[in-house]
């Protein structure tokens, strides 16, 4: 099983130290994904899922514990190393588009491959093939403004496609539309993670989300406490 393996995390501890009160966000968590499987993590507001997420994607460093990423240990990355990973391994799609006002849906999309060296010429000519996958090539050189939520939402799911990354992570990536379009997004989501095999681990208070994926983790004061 463990070759099968895309995401490993064994024992891990995150503490968040405001100077008055130390708050323990994680408290041990042992959590394994296989690769190309979809799957939400659940629980209440402030048990962990949005901080277990950051750190799996390192973006937040961490006490104890190890995460493996295929196969590569986080800890054992420098942090040079990890932000060139994320950019090339790695999608995000979050619940407020986190896209720019003022560019237009492909260049928004662009962005991500220009910042990491890509030609402009290549960099476009992926951006306008991600809208394609998302339905949206008739909407390339519109702004965020001149969108709906479902299509900027798409706009983001693009963004996070472009690079072609072996693992999206969601956080609460349906938290802003209505169940009509989050229905929407879900298709979209499941042909992606059906038709490329990439593995998605998605944050969510949607019990709508959650019945589409594959597993189900529940979380609990920091504790993976159950799936289904």
């Keep these: 099983m463990a070759d099968e ?11 968040y130290d405001t100077g008055k009160v130390q708050v323990h966000a994680l408290r041990g968590v042992d959590f394994a994904v296989k690769k190309g499987e979809m799957v939400a993590i659940m629980g209440p507001s402030g048990c962990g899922k949005t901080t277990l997420l950051n750190c799996l994607a390192g973006l937040d460093d961490f006490e104890q514990g190890e995460v493996f990423i295929e196969g590569v240990q986080l800890k054992d990355m420098s942090d040079d190393a990890r932000t060139d990973y994320r950019a090339r391994r790695m ?15 492909v260049e928004n999309v662009e962005l991500t491959l220009l910042v990491s060296g890509v030609p402009p010429k290549t960099a476009r000519r992926k951006a306008l093939e991600a809208l394609g996958m998302v339905a949206l090539s008739d909407k390339a050189d519109r702004i965020p403004a001149e969108l709906s ?40 989501l499941c042909r ?11 944050v969510t208070h949607s019990q709508d989300v959650a019945a589409r994926a594959d597993r189900v983790v529940m979380m609990r004061d920091g504790l993976v406490v159950g799936e289904r």
Excluded at 5 to 15: A, C, F, P, Q, W
Excluded at 95 to 102: D, E, H, R
Excluded at 157 to 183: C, F, H, M
């Design 149 to 188: 939520g479902g299509q900027r939402q798409r706009v983001t799911i693009a963004r996070a496609l472009v690079n072609q990354p072996a693992i999206i992570w969601g956080d609460e990536p349906t938290g802003d539309l209505d169940s009509e379009t989050t229905g929407e997004i879900m298709d979209l």
């Design 91 to 105: 999608g995000f799609v979050f619940q407020l588009y986190n896209l720019l006002p003022v560019l237009t849906s």
């Design 5 to 15: 393996l895309i995401i490993n995390v064994r024992g891990l501890h995150k503490t």
């Design 192 to 202: 992606l993670n059906k038709g490329n095999q990439q593995t998605f681990v998605l």
